[in-house]
């Protein structure tokens, strides 16, 4: 299967891509910077029109989506990253044809711990930071 995936340097890419290649997949990676591999084309999510190219060129399969900005604890522009980034690579997709996009998701739902949260996890229903309708009684 050919695989196009943007955000391939990220902690999660990085272990990704080459389990990807070792289950004999051809991966295309987008990478901001020349060099990173091979398999890297250079662009931009935020490139709209580059984006589509490359994806086109590519011919993916499947375009898998592991874009983050969180390497500087820099929220608003992991939002921004989540919000046009994602319109740019799922609109890039639709235009070169591909029928299946995956994308990573993230969700600051489980109380703190000191290992990472698994399905066992109970949610933080106590956090400030969630939805009203988890902190009131049903």
């Given at each position: 299967?050919?695989?196009f995936v943007a955000g391939a340097s990220g902690v999660i890419g990085r272990h990704l891509v080459p389990l990807l290649v070792a289950q004999g997949h051809e991966v295309t990676t987008l990478s901001?910077?020349?060099?990173e591999s091979s398999s890297s084309v250079v662009g931009d999510v935020y490139d709209r029109d580059r984006l589509r190219e490359l994806?086109?060129?590519?011919?993916?399969?499947?375009?898998?989506?592991?874009l983050t900005d969180l390497g500087t604890r820099?929220?608003?522009?992991n939002s921004r990253i989540r919000r046009e980034g994602t319109r740019n690579l799922v609109d890039a997709a639709l235009a070169a044809g591909?029928?299946?996009?995956?994308s990573q998701s993230i969700a600051w739902?489980?109380?703190?711990?000191s290992t990472p949260a698994d399905e066992s996890t109970p949610l933080d229903v106590r956090s400030s930071?969630?939805?009203?309708?988890l902190n009131s009684p049903t």
């Open positions: 299967m050919r695989i901001r910077r020349a060099g994806v086109a060129a590519a011919r993916p399969d499947v375009v898998m989506h592991q820099d929220f608003a522009a591909v029928r299946r996009v995956i739902a489980y109380e703190p711990g930071a969630h939805p009203t309708f």
